[in-house]
Protein backbone atom coordinates (compact mmCIF):
# COMPACT_ATOMS: atom_id res chain seq x y z
CA UNK A 1 0.00 0.00 0.00
CA UNK A 2 1.18 3.47 -0.28
CA UNK A 3 1.43 4.29 3.67
CA UNK A 4 1.59 2.72 6.72
CA UNK A 5 -2.26 1.51 7.91
CA UNK A 6 -3.69 0.37 11.41
CA UNK A 7 -6.68 -0.90 12.64
CA UNK A 8 -9.15 -0.69 14.40
CA UNK A 9 -8.81 3.14 14.15
CA UNK A 10 -10.71 2.83 17.57
CA UNK A 11 -11.14 0.90 19.89
CA UNK A 12 -13.25 1.23 23.53
CA UNK A 13 -12.53 -1.49 26.19
CA UNK A 14 -13.66 -2.12 29.21
CA UNK A 15 -11.13 -2.45 32.13
CA UNK A 16 -9.79 -5.64 32.15
CA UNK A 17 -9.75 -6.56 28.90
CA UNK A 18 -7.37 -7.82 26.29
CA UNK A 19 -7.15 -5.62 23.16
CA UNK A 20 -5.32 -6.34 20.08
CA UNK A 21 -3.74 -3.05 17.57
CA UNK A 22 -2.50 -4.01 14.17
CA UNK A 23 -0.23 -2.15 11.87
CA UNK A 24 0.79 -2.86 8.15
CA UNK A 25 4.00 -0.91 7.64
CA UNK A 26 5.00 -0.08 4.14
CA UNK A 27 6.14 -2.79 1.73
CA UNK A 28 9.51 -3.05 1.77
CA UNK A 29 10.30 -1.53 5.37
CA UNK A 30 12.79 -3.25 7.55
CA UNK A 31 12.15 -0.90 10.68
CA UNK A 32 8.98 -1.11 12.60
CA UNK A 33 8.00 0.77 15.57
CA UNK A 34 5.18 1.41 18.02
CA UNK A 35 4.34 4.94 20.46
CA UNK A 36 2.44 5.99 22.52
CA UNK A 37 0.64 9.44 22.66
CA UNK A 38 -1.46 10.57 25.07
CA UNK A 39 -3.92 13.69 24.81
CA UNK A 40 -2.10 16.75 24.34
CA UNK A 41 1.25 15.19 24.29
CA UNK A 42 3.74 13.86 21.81
CA UNK A 43 3.97 10.34 20.84
CA UNK A 44 6.10 8.25 23.12
CA UNK A 45 8.56 5.17 21.99
CA UNK A 46 7.43 1.64 23.37
CA UNK A 47 9.05 -0.41 21.18
CA UNK A 48 10.96 -1.12 17.70
CA UNK A 49 11.40 -4.12 15.07
CA UNK A 50 14.09 -4.73 12.59
CA UNK A 51 12.31 -7.20 10.54
CA UNK A 52 10.91 -9.96 13.09
CA UNK A 53 13.45 -9.30 15.59
CA UNK A 54 12.39 -6.79 18.34
CA UNK A 55 15.58 -4.82 19.45
CA UNK A 56 14.18 -2.76 21.47
CA UNK A 57 11.07 -3.16 23.78
CA UNK A 58 12.19 -0.41 26.53
CA UNK A 59 9.56 1.71 26.19
CA UNK A 60 6.35 -0.98 27.17
CA UNK A 61 4.93 0.47 30.15
CA UNK A 62 4.09 -2.48 31.43
CA UNK A 63 4.42 -6.23 31.25
CA UNK A 64 0.81 -6.24 30.02
CA UNK A 65 2.12 -4.64 26.80
CA UNK A 66 3.26 -7.06 24.14
CA UNK A 67 4.39 -6.79 20.62
CA UNK A 68 5.23 -8.84 17.52
CA UNK A 69 5.99 -8.51 14.18
CA UNK A 70 6.40 -12.80 13.64
CA UNK A 71 7.08 -12.75 9.53
CA UNK A 72 8.77 -9.04 9.72
CA UNK A 73 5.66 -7.41 8.61
CA UNK A 74 2.90 -6.83 9.60
CA UNK A 75 3.27 -6.09 13.74
CA UNK A 76 0.13 -6.68 16.56
CA UNK A 77 0.19 -4.73 19.97
CA UNK A 78 -1.51 -6.46 22.80
CA UNK A 79 -2.53 -5.00 25.34
CA UNK A 80 -3.53 -7.11 28.20
CA UNK A 81 -5.91 -6.53 31.34
CA UNK A 82 -6.50 -2.95 30.42
CA UNK A 83 -6.59 -0.49 32.74
CA UNK A 84 -7.85 3.24 32.25
CA UNK A 85 -4.05 4.74 32.23
CA UNK A 86 -3.78 2.96 29.19
CA UNK A 87 -6.29 4.90 26.97
CA UNK A 88 -4.24 6.61 24.44
CA UNK A 89 -3.45 6.76 20.52
CA UNK A 90 -0.97 4.15 19.79
CA UNK A 91 0.98 5.05 16.74
CA UNK A 92 3.05 3.05 14.42
CA UNK A 93 5.49 4.36 12.15
CA UNK A 94 7.86 2.52 9.27
CA UNK A 95 11.13 3.16 7.76
CA UNK A 96 12.68 2.04 5.10
CA UNK A 97 16.12 1.02 6.86
CA UNK A 98 17.48 0.67 10.65
CA UNK A 99 19.41 2.46 12.87
CA UNK A 100 18.83 6.68 12.65
CA UNK A 101 20.87 7.36 9.58
CA UNK A 102 19.26 9.25 6.59
CA UNK A 103 17.37 6.44 4.81
CA UNK A 104 15.04 6.08 8.08
CA UNK A 105 12.95 8.34 7.91
CA UNK A 106 9.80 7.09 9.86
CA UNK A 107 6.33 7.15 8.39
CA UNK A 108 3.68 7.22 10.81
CA UNK A 109 -0.22 5.36 10.58
CA UNK A 110 -3.38 7.07 11.60
CA UNK A 111 -3.41 5.43 14.51
CA UNK A 112 -5.52 3.70 16.79
CA UNK A 113 -7.11 5.92 19.61
CA UNK A 114 -7.82 3.85 22.33
CA UNK A 115 -10.22 4.26 25.31
CA UNK A 116 -10.57 2.08 28.24
CA UNK A 117 -13.71 2.70 30.18
CA UNK B 1 18.22 10.20 26.57
CA UNK B 2 17.49 13.30 24.70
CA UNK B 3 14.31 15.81 25.31
CA UNK B 4 12.64 17.93 23.13
CA UNK B 5 11.30 20.88 24.31
CA UNK B 6 9.06 23.23 22.27
CA UNK B 7 8.29 26.76 23.79
CA UNK B 8 4.65 27.57 22.79
CA UNK B 9 1.51 25.38 23.53
CA UNK B 10 -0.61 27.60 21.53
CA UNK B 11 -0.20 30.00 18.30
CA UNK B 12 -3.31 32.15 17.11
CA UNK B 13 -2.38 34.03 13.85
CA UNK B 14 -4.12 35.91 10.83
CA UNK B 15 -3.48 34.87 7.41
CA UNK B 16 0.04 36.18 5.92
CA UNK B 17 1.66 36.66 9.06
CA UNK B 18 4.72 35.15 10.05
CA UNK B 19 5.24 31.66 11.58
CA UNK B 20 7.99 31.19 13.81
CA UNK B 21 8.11 27.99 16.36
CA UNK B 22 10.60 27.00 18.91
CA UNK B 23 12.28 23.74 19.26
CA UNK B 24 15.34 23.19 21.75
CA UNK B 25 16.82 19.72 22.68
CA UNK B 26 18.81 18.07 25.45
CA UNK B 27 21.78 16.31 23.99
CA UNK B 28 25.47 16.75 23.08
CA UNK B 29 26.06 14.20 20.50
CA UNK B 30 25.46 14.20 16.93
CA UNK B 31 21.55 14.57 16.08
CA UNK B 32 19.08 14.21 13.67
CA UNK B 33 15.97 16.42 13.71
CA UNK B 34 12.72 16.09 12.35
CA UNK B 35 9.35 18.34 12.12
CA UNK B 36 6.49 16.73 11.48
CA UNK B 37 2.78 18.31 11.27
CA UNK B 38 -0.54 16.73 11.62
CA UNK B 39 -3.41 18.56 9.85
CA UNK B 40 -7.24 18.21 11.88
CA UNK B 41 -8.37 14.30 11.25
CA UNK B 42 -4.96 13.42 9.72
CA UNK B 43 -1.91 11.60 10.70
CA UNK B 44 1.66 13.14 11.00
CA UNK B 45 3.25 13.78 8.45
CA UNK B 46 6.99 14.58 7.78
CA UNK B 47 7.75 18.70 6.96
CA UNK B 48 11.37 18.62 7.05
CA UNK B 49 14.52 16.93 8.15
CA UNK B 50 17.36 17.80 8.81
CA UNK B 51 20.68 14.93 9.26
CA UNK B 52 23.59 16.88 8.16
CA UNK B 53 25.39 19.64 5.86
CA UNK B 54 23.43 23.36 5.22
CA UNK B 55 22.06 24.13 8.91
CA UNK B 56 18.92 25.65 6.63
CA UNK B 57 16.65 23.07 5.75
CA UNK B 58 13.80 23.53 3.49
CA UNK B 59 10.68 21.08 3.45
CA UNK B 60 7.31 20.95 1.90
CA UNK B 61 4.59 24.19 1.92
CA UNK B 62 7.11 26.49 1.80
CA UNK B 63 8.46 25.50 5.33
CA UNK B 64 12.04 26.18 6.94
CA UNK B 65 14.03 25.49 9.87
CA UNK B 66 17.45 26.58 11.05
CA UNK B 67 19.49 24.05 13.28
CA UNK B 68 22.09 26.22 15.19
CA UNK B 69 24.02 23.60 17.18
CA UNK B 70 25.29 26.58 19.99
CA UNK B 71 21.84 26.91 20.95
CA UNK B 72 20.37 23.03 20.25
CA UNK B 73 17.67 24.78 18.83
CA UNK B 74 15.62 23.60 15.50
CA UNK B 75 13.36 26.15 15.27
CA UNK B 76 10.84 26.05 12.00
CA UNK B 77 9.59 29.08 10.13
CA UNK B 78 7.07 30.36 7.58
CA UNK B 79 7.08 33.60 6.03
CA UNK B 80 3.37 33.86 5.45
CA UNK B 81 0.93 31.41 6.59
CA UNK B 82 -2.57 30.41 4.90
CA UNK B 83 -5.36 29.06 6.50
CA UNK B 84 -4.65 25.60 5.76
CA UNK B 85 -1.78 25.74 7.92
CA UNK B 86 -3.72 24.91 10.63
CA UNK B 87 -2.34 22.11 12.30
CA UNK B 88 -0.12 20.48 15.33
CA UNK B 89 3.10 20.73 15.05
CA UNK B 90 5.69 18.11 16.36
CA UNK B 91 9.34 18.89 16.73
CA UNK B 92 11.49 15.19 17.06
CA UNK B 93 14.86 14.49 17.72
CA UNK B 94 16.88 11.00 17.28
CA UNK B 95 20.54 10.93 18.38
CA UNK B 96 22.60 7.40 18.37
CA UNK B 97 19.99 5.03 18.30
CA UNK B 98 16.41 5.02 15.85
CA UNK B 99 14.25 5.96 18.78
CA UNK B 100 12.54 9.48 17.96
CA UNK B 101 11.84 11.62 21.10
CA UNK B 102 9.05 14.00 20.46
CA UNK B 103 8.30 17.43 22.06
CA UNK B 104 4.54 18.00 23.56
CA UNK B 105 3.60 19.74 20.29
CA UNK B 106 2.21 23.17 19.44
CA UNK B 107 -1.20 23.69 18.10
CA UNK B 108 -1.16 26.66 15.09
CA UNK B 109 -4.72 28.08 14.59
CA UNK B 110 -4.50 30.35 11.50
CA UNK B 111 -7.45 32.80 11.33
CA UNK B 112 -8.91 33.54 7.57
Known amino acids: GAGVSQSPRYKVAKRGQDVALRCDPI?????LFWYQQALGQGPEFLTY????????KSGLPSDRFFAERPEGSVSTLKIQRTQQEDSAVYLC???????????????FGPGTRLTVL | AQSVSQHNHHVILSEAASLELGCNYS??????LFWYVQYPGQHLQLLLK??????LVKGIKGFEAEFIKSKFSFNLRKPSVQWSDTAEYFC??????????FGAGTTVTVRA
Open chain 1, 93 to 107: ASSLGGGGGPADTQY
Open chain 1, 27 to 31: SGHVS
Open chain 1, 49 to 56: FQNEAQLD
Open chain 2, 27 to 32: YGGTVN
Open chain 2, 50 to 55: YFSGDP
Open chain 2, 92 to 101: AVNAYDYKLS
